[in-house]
Nanobody, 119 residues
């Protein structure tokens, strides 16, 4: 599985951005796709995840502001980020949790995309 993340940038507090994560390769193995972020000096944390069945889950810090969604026709998962705050500044990574019968589970990561929220 290959993941291509895009959509980061500089935005003012209160603004919005939409991140995209395009998957290719063995996409039929993907059980869930998530967005993680890592701020300077902090550990990587889960932001939002969507399962292949469409169930979603969010970190408490982004509930009500961020929305994860998928376009199966484009093999792409989106993270719509609204009401951005300076503390949302981080490198955002997309992740795919894949399962191969007889082999087990694998984690795939896209390259990070930087989101900077600043006035």
């Amino acid at each position: 599985v290959q993941l291509q993340a895009s959509g980061g940038g500089l935005v003012h507090p209160g603004g919005s951005l939409r991140l995209s994560c395009a998957a290719s390769g063995d996409i039929f193995t993907i059980r869930a796709t998530g967005w993680y972020r890592q701020a300077p000096g902090k550990q990587r944390e889960l932001v939002a995840v969507i399962t292949s069945g469409g169930d979603t889950n969010y970190a408490d810090s982004v509930k009500g502001r961020f929305t994860i969604s998928e376009d199966n026709a484009k093999n792409t998962v989106y993270l719509q980020m609204n009401s951005l705050k300076p503390e949302d500044t981080a490198v955002y990574y997309c992740n795919a949790d894949s399962y191969y019968r007889g082999l087990g589970t694998y984690d795939y990561w896209g390259q990070g995309t930087l989101v900077t929220v600043s006035s």
